[in-house]
């Protein structure tokens, strides 16, 4: 496992439509694994393939306190979202001291695959729902600027 570059704002792989995996190997074992890594390192809530220059659909996700709920999303689609709204801040690790605040539905249910190709769904609210609302954008070459509404500014002890 390695720590992969993060992708910064100006990259145009940050805007490009990501492609479907067609490979279930090692290969994507190790990317996601990177990226897992790399997530953690950057304490990021998730990161999605773009962002460390790979233009697949692939994410991963840990919004637990004790960073031990790690979720991988490969080609990820939303299936459901609900009417009621969350509007809440978000950054990005693409886009350091960035943030702003930004609706979202309140729950999402996913269709995924895991790393061997197996279906799985899910059913997530809140910080989880926003999550991957936001790593399934950037898989589609939208990013937080294109979705921002109202600016945040962090106070200095949140920023620490």
Do not use: W
Not at 51 to 77: F, T
Request: proline letters at 6%; hydrophobic letters at 35%; one cysteine or more.
């Amino acid at each position: 496992m390695a720590l992969r570059n993060i992708v910064k704002d100006g990259d145009p792989v940050l805007l490009k439509h990501c492609k479907p995996v067609e490979k279930f190997d090692a290969r994507l074992g190790e990317l996601l694994d990177d990226m897992a890594d790399t997530m953690y390192k950057a304490e990021g809530l998730g990161l999605a393939a773009p962002q460390v220059g790979i233009i697949r659909r692939a994410v991963v996700i840990d919004v637990s306190e004790d960073r031990s709920g790690l979720v991988e999303l490969v080609n990820p689609e939303i299936i459901y979202r609900s009417d009621e709204t969350q509007y809440g801040t978000e950054g990005c690790l693409s886009f350091p001291n960035l943030y702003g605040y930004v609706t979202r539905p309140k729950t999402v249910k996913f269709r995924a695959q895991d790393r061997h190709g197996e279906f799985y769904e899910m059913e997530v609210s809140d910080l989880f729902a926003r999550a991957v609302c936001h790593e399934l954008d950037h898989l589609d070459g939208r990013v937080l600027p294109d979705n921002i509404e109202a600016p945040y500014e962090p106070k200095e002890e949140e920023q620490a």
